[in-house]
Each structure stands twice: as structure tokens, then as C-alpha cells.
């Protein structure tokens, strides 16, 4: 070796080049060592464990905290309507409990640093990993502990599989189908409802793949003021973005979200929550000069303020809007990235400049500080959506001087003849070209198989319909615009003024337009959770670039506001009864049967208690249920002892308690093969021979006795849909039960599930209204939503049909009964109008609320003189009580939910059960 060394290389090269390079290789032999040893003592993070493709990481310090805040805020009282963020609310609240009960648990959950990482899973769905750090022994064994106290209540079940050499624990909770899957490592209890993402949690460990880097860009992230301040904190990873959402939409979006994946390099949020909003505030980073990245487009360009508002019309549903200084550097680099995203882009403009003898150059020299491209709302029976893009200019006579000549050229080679239209002063011209906007400016700009063109003020709009041209103009010269109308401008007022890019969605008139372009799984959601979707009312996201990166703000603006006991002195209080969380359920009202003539209220809360209130306001018991309620309280003398018990259903179960709230004997009935419970009916065959029909939410039907067995004929009798409302029994020489399907059929059967001769009728209708039964006729009403009115009778022979006026484009018609008298009525939503209509269809009024609402209606028939009409506003929190002239008798009363009214038997005044938010009671109105 020495003489190796000394032949080959000390006789070779001269000593100071020999030992230059000795010392050199020395240097970087040590920094290896040193990099290798601190990789082998850096600690171990939730960014290390977790897969590589998030698409959401949030984290927070204190998760007591933060759920106490997010719980006492009016958001989540409306979320937890539904079903998941149920789950989610009442699974939290009952491990916080346990937890809670030791100050270990305590300290498992405060001050440190808890993760969740949202993940596509699949083609249709995502999933989210918790991370929660366990780091010391003493951690260890109180998660011991607590898994050991779940694991010896009978209503979990737990189990172990190995995979990769881990050992993954499941547990699963009776009475659900869902499986949480969690595993122990390196200091952390990973856990997920998608044991997809356990597994890539083990694959990602055992494999020693390189942890998930929050940005490349901006190392000391963590020091951020915003990041290190917030009580939420949110990472954004824009490559993921194109699967998540393309996870929720249908499959023609897929290519339109594509260039999400290069919307920028990364992104950090900070969460700000109060009554009206949730707002996310931090920075979007992008690779200086990537100009693959699309918000590199705006990189060193002044933002500009919204001047384009005032063009802009009041049915916009969704808002796109760009602002620069520099217009030359803003095409190249819109050309620019589209060609890196689109390899055909620079390739099909030249193609068309060629063909058709035209240069979109010859516009983009007019082009000046702004463009805004809006997305109108759709109409009941619209197809595709109507579109209008705005382009400041700095010179519109010339600006439209080329808009004609480009026209011209395209119409004389297609051997057509350029058509200019006058409306009122302005022209309308088309240009005969598919798509012409996403040609010229990118394929954002999509949706205009045909292209107008026109202009308001000194922008030039373009639309890929004439008629929507001429609304616009309509509409400019009314002042029905964005920055005109007072409600526009105050939301815009609370936005930034300048923004090189704002995106506007108002959900409640984008509804169509999201329900349209949902995957099918989305679809269903939005149609079961309608109401609490649209109490968010805007979406907006705005950037603008600031000191060499991009300052960002995302808000998620609701309505709700603050939720205190402030009603108008008209109502005179009487009971008042003040929950823990909010309630999930109307007033209940039950008789009490020790005390004639006292009425009680029975609800249930978001966390799935039901409590019965007594005639002073005082709770006298509460009762955890499984799921929420599913069918309104019925009251029955199952023992025909003159006292009553509650039937009801829940997700799977037929529940019937007393009045000191104690399941009866046999019961809860569990459902086994159904999905979801959806209504019930109580039958009586005989004097207090109950049975108890229900029917699940794919048209399931059974009968069980009060014994907990299926009574003959109806072990599962599949009707094919979901019930539009809870069947009806009726008496026509025997008993026959009647089922009205949103699909329009009509089914009868006779108590032992024969059919009945003449049935299935069907109505041709779809419907989500009840019918209405004439027990003395045997004749049978039913309203479809868009305004048809069928009779028929017990033979199934049709009586009667009458398609009503619809008075307004997106109206829906609402069967509303008055369970006491079977008297109805009709009610018309027009969204922010409504009609109220007789049973022969003629108009008792009309009212205008103004502004758009989600509006629920009940009739109430108490009297000869005395019917009201109670319209409750789910964006408001208010209901609205009005007689039968549709005058109101005072203000609206702050209520989340339907109201209920009652004559004061023993004054000339109204007695009104309300819940609202987490208060529950009683009010009096006089009446005049």
C-alpha cells in the first residue's frame, strides 16, 4: 500500500496539490459524518411519518381550545346537522370527556402540537391521519390506559392485523360501520377512519422515503408571525389539489382543474374564527421565474382595485378577476405558462392567426389593468351555464374596431357575413369562432362554444350567449350591478380593495352550478344537505404579490352571527330552558299524562341527548341516543294504562321511552340490513295494538310489533325509492297503508303486504311533499315540487290534475298541512319571494324578503279566524309568523329551527315553542 501510495501519487503530483486534496477529502469525509449523525438524532415529526401526498396538513397546540372555540361559534351548530360533522362532534366530545376525567389526558391533548393530514384516497372520496406525539414512557402508558378502558366496554370490539411487520389495532364501535385503524411509532399514535392511509403510513416508514417537505422555497416557515401565532394552522399542497378536487366533481372538470398542480410551489394559513366568518390569512410561495407556475404570471405586478364592479351583474354566481400593471410582461407570461401546462396552446393560436388572418396581438395592446370573467346562476331548467368576460381597456373604439375585424375575417372564410345587432346605443357582434377566449387568453377562459361581443363603459365584455349581452345592459342601466346594490357592495367592502387575483363564489346561487358539476357521491350530499351548505354565502380567495411572494386571504364568509337570547318585546317570555350545545332537532311538544292539560318539550342536541323539558323550563332527564332523530315523537299507551311513551327512530334503531326517560321493555328495536332508517309510521290495528312501520332510505318497508318481531308479509318489502313522507294508514273496509315515493309511485297494501288492485299509480311527478288524505272521500292529494296538483282516489283512478302557474324561474312548491284539522295550503319559493296559494291554487298573497333566503314553512289551523303561516329562514336563524293575508304579526323571532304554534286557551294570545341554538322554550303574542 505504502508503495502504491508513494509510485502512484506522492512521485506523481507535487506535495501541496497531494495534501491539498488529502485535507479536501478529509473535510468532506467529517461533514458526511456530521450530517449522518445528526439525520440519526433529528426527532421525529408528524411531517416525517406522514405520506408524501397531502393535500391539506393542519396542526394545532391546543385541540381542548380549539374545539371549545369552534364549538361555541354558530358555524358549528349548522355543520352538525349533518351526519358526518354529527359523527365527528359527538365522537370528539365523548373521547375529550374521558380523557378529560385525568389530568394525563389532559396533557395528551394541551400544549403540543397535534397534526391532521387530508389525503385522496380514491377516485371519490378522501380521507384524513391524526397525528398526536406520545413521546415520553409516561405518555405511553396512559394511552395504554385509555385503550385498555375502551377495550372493556362491551359496545367496542377490537382487533389486530400485521402489516410490513407493524401491528395495526382497529377498533370499530357498535352500532356503526365504520373502522378506526391506528398504529404506535417512533413517539406517535397515528390513527385514521381510512385504514388506506395507516397502510401508507407503515409503507412510508418501512421503505425510508424521504420525508414530506412542507416548501423548498422558504425554509424558516415555522418562524412565520401568522404561523407561530395561530390557534389552526393550514398547509396547502397545490400538486394534490387537481385529485382532490377532481374527487368531488364529475369527470368532464378533470382536465380544467389540471393546472392546479402548478397554481403555485406551496401554501401557509393561519385560521382566524368569529361569528360571521372563517378566515385564513398567510402566504402562497412560488419558485422565483418558474414559469410553470401560474401565480408567477402576476410575479412584480401592481395590484390594481375591482373598478370592473360596477358592470357587473347581480346573478353573477361565481367571480374570476385578474388585475396588472405591466399588460406586456402579463400576456408573455400567461402565453408562457400555458405552454408549459398546454404543449398545443402557442401551437392552436397560430393555427387560428393563420386560417383566419388574424393577430391577437392586434387586442392585447388594448388590454389595460383588469379582466373579470363571471359565471352566472343557473336557472331550474337551464343546461349550461351562461358566461361573460370583461376586459378593462385603454382605448375602446379601437378595442372593438378589432373585436369587428377579427369577426369579419372568421365569418368571410366560413362563407358567412358579420352580424352587428343594435340594443338600445350599444352594438352586439358575434364572432364566429369556438372557444375564441380561451384561444386568445388561456383555457380558464373556456365555455363559449358561441362568442358576442359588446361593451360596458370602457371595458369590452364578451358572452356565449346573445341574450345574456343584452341582460347585462338591462341590468347596467338599472343599477342592478355589484357596485350599485347595497348588499354587493358591503360584501366587497370587506374584502381586500387590490388584488392581482380574487376569486368570489356566492354558494347559494352557485348551487346549480356545483350540483351540476358534483360527482355522483357529492351529489347525494348536496341534495341531503342542502340547507346547511348554503349557510355559507360566500367563498373568496384573494392574492397579490408583496414583497417577492404572494400575500394570501381565504375566507368562508356565513350567516348565523351571534346567538343570544335578544328577542323583540312583542314576544312575552314564558319558558326557557338553556342546553350545553347546540339543539338538533324543532320543539317536540308531549302531553304529560300526570298532569291534564300541561304540555312538555322533548328535544335533542347535537350530541345526541335527548331532554325532556317541563312546563317551568327545567330539564328532567337527559338520554344519549345513538344517532340523531329520524321521525317526529310519537305518543302511545303501550300498556293501555293511561300513561305514554315516545316512539321514535334513529339511524337504526325503533326507540320507545317513558316519560322518566327509560327504554321499554324490548326496545330499541335494532334494524340490522338497513343503511338508514328515513320514516315511521305508528299503526294501530285494534284498540292500542301498535306496530311500528318504517322504511329506510332506499324504500325498504317493514312492520315490527312491540315485541321486536316482523310481522307477517313484511319481513323487507322493497318499494323500489326513497318515501317522499311517512306512510299513512287509512280505513276502507279494512286497513290499507299508503306510501307516496319521490319518484311519483303510489303504493297501497292491506295490513298482511298484499297489494291493493289499481296500485302502483304512477303520479309521473317527483315530489317531496306529503300527501293529503280525505278520510270522509278516500281521496288523495299530492303536490309535485314543480306545481302539479293530482287527485286520486282509493281505486287509483285519478281525480283530478292541475299543473299551477309558476311565477318565478327556480320556484318550488311545498305542500304544507296542519296535522290537527288535515287543512293545507300551498306555498311558492321563489328564494327570496314567496306565494301562498289555496287548495284550488288561487293566491292568498305574495311577500318579498329581498335578499335570497332557504326558507322552511309551517301551517297552522287553530282556528275558524286563526290560521298562520310560520316561514323560518335558515340563512337568518328567523322565523317569520304571518296570518292568512300574509301580514306579519311582529317581528321575526331568532329560532334555528321550525317553530310551533298554539292558542293560549285561556287568553286571546299566541303561545310559540322555539329552539334556538342551544335555547329551548316558550313565547306569547297577543293577539289584536
Known amino acids: 500500500m505504502k508503495k502504491f501510495l508513494k509510485e502512484k501519487i506522492l512521485d506523481k503530483y507535487p506535495k501541496r496539490v497531494v495534501y491539498g486534496a488529502g485535507a479536501g477529502l478529509a473535510i468532506l469525509l467529517i461533514v458526511l459524518i456530521l450530517v449522518w449523525l445528526s439525520s440519526g438524532r433529528r426527532k421525529p415529526s408528524a411531517l416525517t411519518m406522514m405520506p408524501n401526498n397531502p393535500v391539506f396538513v393542519f396542526e394545532t397546540n391546543n385541540v381542548l381550545n380549539l374545539f371549545k372555540e369552534v364549538e361555541a361559534n354558530p358555524m358549528w351548530s349548522n355543520l352538525v346537522q349533518t351526519d358526518y360533522f354529527n359523527t365527528v362532534a359527538s365522537r370528539t366530545q365523548y373521547f375529550i370527556e374521558i380523557l378529560s376525567k385525568n389530568p394525563k389526558g389532559v396533557s395528551l391533548l394541551a400544549n403540543r402540537t397535534i397534526t391532521a393530514s387530508v389525503h385522496v384516497t380514491s377516485k371519490e372520496d378522501f380521507g384524513t391521519l391524526f397525528f398526536v406525539p406520545v413521546p415520553t414512557s409516561m405518555d405511553t402508558q396512559y394511552l395504554s390506559e385509555v385503550l385498555s378502558y375502551f377495550r372493556a366496554k362491551s359496545e367496542f370490539q377490537f382487533s389486530e392485523r400485521t402489516f410490513k411487520d407493524f401491528k395495526i389495532y382497529e377498533a370499530k364501535q357498535k352500532g356503526t360501520t365504520s373502522i378506526f385503524s391506528f398504529v404506535i411509532y417512533k413517539g406517535f399514535f397515528m390513527g385514521s377512519y381510512s385504514s388506506i392511509l395507516i397502510d401508507d403510513v407503515v409503507r ?167 379582466i373579470g370573467f363571471a359565471v352566472l346562476e343557473m336557472g331550474e331548467e337551464q343546461r349550461e351555464t351562461h358566461k361573460l368576460l370583461f376586459m378593462r381597456t385603454n382605448g375602446l373604439v379601437g378595442a372593438l374596431n378589432v373585436l369587428k375585424q377579427m369577426g369579419k375575417k372568421v365569418a368571410d372564410k366560413m362563407g358567412q357575413t358579420l352580424q352587428i345587432q343594435k340594443y338600445g346605443k350599444a352594438e352586439i357582434g358575434e364572432i364566429p369562432l369556438s372557444e375564441f377566449p380561451a384561444a386568445m387568453l388561456g383555457n380558464t377562459f373556456q365555455g363559449f362554444e358561441r362568442c358576442y361581443f359588446s361593451y360596458v363603459g370602457n371595458a369590452v365584455v364578451l358572452a356565449n350567449d346573445i341574450a345574456i349581452i343584452r341582460n347585462l345592459l338591462d341590468d347596467v342601466q338599472r343599477n342592478d350591478v355589484w357596485g350599485k346594490t347595497t348588499r354587493y357592495k358591503l360584501m366587497l367592502s370587506k374584502i381586500k380593495q387590490t388584488s392581482n387575483l380574487t376569486f368570489l363564489v356566492n354558494i347559494p346561487k352557485a348551487w346549480k352550478i356545483m350540483y351540476k358539476n358534483a360527482s355522483p357521491n357529492w351529489k347525494k350530499l348536496m341534495s341531503q344537505y342542502e340547507a346547511q351548505i348554503k349557510y355559507f354565502q360566500w367563498l373568496t380567495a384573494q392574492f397579490h404579490y408583496e414583497g417577492e411572494q404572494f400575500q394570501s386571504q381565504l375566507r368562508l364568509k356565513f350567516t348565523g352571527g351571534q346567538m343570544d337570547e335578544k328577542v323583540d318585546k312583542s314576544y312575552h317570555p314564558l319558558v326557557s330552558a338553556t342546553l350545553r350545545t347546540g339543539i338538533y332537532t324543532p320543539p317536540y311538544l308531549m302531553k304529560n299524562h300526570r298532569k291534564k292539560g300541561v304540555t312538555e318539550i322533548l328535544v335533542q342536541d347535537y350530541e345526541n341527548r335527548l331532554h325532556l323539558i317541563s312546563e317551568t323550563g327545567k330539564s328532567l332527564w337527559q338520554l344519549r341516543m345513538y344517532s340523531p332523530l329520524r321521525s317526529v315523537p310519537v305518543q302511545i299507551d303501550r300498556y293501555r294504562n293511561k300513561k305514554l311513551q315516545y316512539a321514535f327512530i334513529t ?178 319559493d321563489g328564494g327570496s319571494k314567496i306565494i301562498a296559494l289555496d287548495k284550488e291554487g288561487r293566491k292568498l298573497f305574495e311577500k318579498d324578503f329581498k335578499d335570497r333566503k332557504s326558507f322552511s314553512f309551517r301551517y297552522f289551523n287553530l282556528d275558524t279566524d286563526k290560521r298562520y303561516i310560520a316561514v323560518t329562514s335558515k340563512m337568518e336563524a328567523k322565523t317569520h309568523i304571518l296570518d292568512y293575508g300574509g301580514k306579519s304579526l311582529a317581528e321575526p323571532l331568532n329560532s334555528t329551527k321550525d317553530v310551533v304554534l298554539k292558542l293560549d286557551p285561556n287568553a286571546n294570545r299566541l303561545i310559540i315553542y322555539r329552539c334556538y341554538s342551544q335555547f329551548a322554550g316558550s313565547y306569547a303574542l297577543d293577539l289584536e
Not at 378577476?321 to 405558462?337: G, I, M, P, S
Not at 328495536?669 to 322504511?695: A, C, K, P, Q, W
Not at 318499494?719 to 307516496?740: D, H
Request: hydrophobic share 35%.
Open 651 to 828: 339511524n337504526r334503531h325503533i326507540n320507545l321511552i317513558d316519560r322518566v326517560g327509560r327504554p321499554v321493555k324490548k326496545f330499541p328495536i335494532r334494524i340490522r340490513d338497513s343503511i338508514r332508517l328515513h320514516t315511521m309510521s305508528v299503526l294501530e290495528f285494534g284498540r292500542r295494538n301498535y306496530r311500528f312501520l318504517v322504511t329506510d332510505i332506499h324504500g325498504k318497508a317493514r312492520i315490527y310489533n312491540h315485541e321486536g318481531q316482523l310481522i307477517y308479509g313484511w319481513k323487507s318489502k322493497n318499494l323500489g325509492s326513497k318515501l317522499a313522507a311517512p306512510a299513512q294508514q287509512v280505513k276502507a273496509g279494512k286497513s290499507y297503508l299508503m306510501f307516496l315515493l319521490e319518484n311519483g309511485f303510489v303504493y297501497a297494501y292491506d295490513r298482511r303486504g298484499k297489494k291493493k288492485p289499481g296500485f302502483p299509480l304512477s303520479l309521473q311527478i317527483k315530489t317531496s311533499n306529503p300527501m293529503v288524505v280525505d278520510k270522509k272521500t278516500l281521496t288523495f292529494t299530492c303536490l309535485s315540487d314543480i306545481g302539479q296538483l293530482i287527485s286520486f282516489d282509493i281505486n287509483g283512478d285519478i281525480v283530478s290534475k292541475k299543473n299551477l302557474p309558476k311565477p318565478y324561474p327556480n320556484a318550488k312548491f311545498k305542500l304544507c298541512v296542519d296535522k290537527k284539522t288535515n287543512d293545507w295550503i300551498i306555498m311558492v
Open 204 to 370: 412510508h416508514a418501512s421503505s425510508g422515503e424521504s420525508a414530506y417537505r412542507v416548501t423548498e422555497v422558504k425554509r424558516d416557515w415555522k418562524d412565520l408571525a401568522f404561523w407561530k401565532n395561530s390557534h389552526l394552522r393550514m398547509h396547502v399542497n397545490p400538486e394534490q389539489l387537481p385529485q382532490f378536487v377532481a374527487s368531488t366533481s364529475n369527470e368532464n372538470l378533470v382536465p380544467f382543474f389540471k393546472p392546479l398542480k402548478k397554481f403555485a410551489e406551496s401554501a401557509l394559513y393561519g385560521t382566524h374564527l368569529d361569528n360571521s366568518q372563517m378566515a385564513f390569512t398567510g402566504l402562497t410561495l412560488t419558485n422565483p421565474g418558474e414559469e410553470g407556475e401560474f401565480m408567477n404570471v402576476f410575479a412584480k405586478q401592481k395590484a390594481h382595485p375591482f373598478q370592473l364592479k360596477n358592470y357587473i351583474p347581480n346573478n353573477t354566481a361565481i367571480m374570476y378577476h385578474l388585475t396588472f400593471a405591466d399588460r406586456e410582461k402579463f400576456v408573455k407570461n400567461v402565453k408562457e405558462y400555458w405552454e408549459k401546462q398546454d404543449e398545443a396552446f402557442v401551437q392552436k393560436q397560430r393555427d387560428i392567426e393563420s386560417k383566419n388572418g388574424i393577430k391577437f396581438a392586434d387586442f392585447y395592446k388594448f388590454l389595460d389593468k383588469e
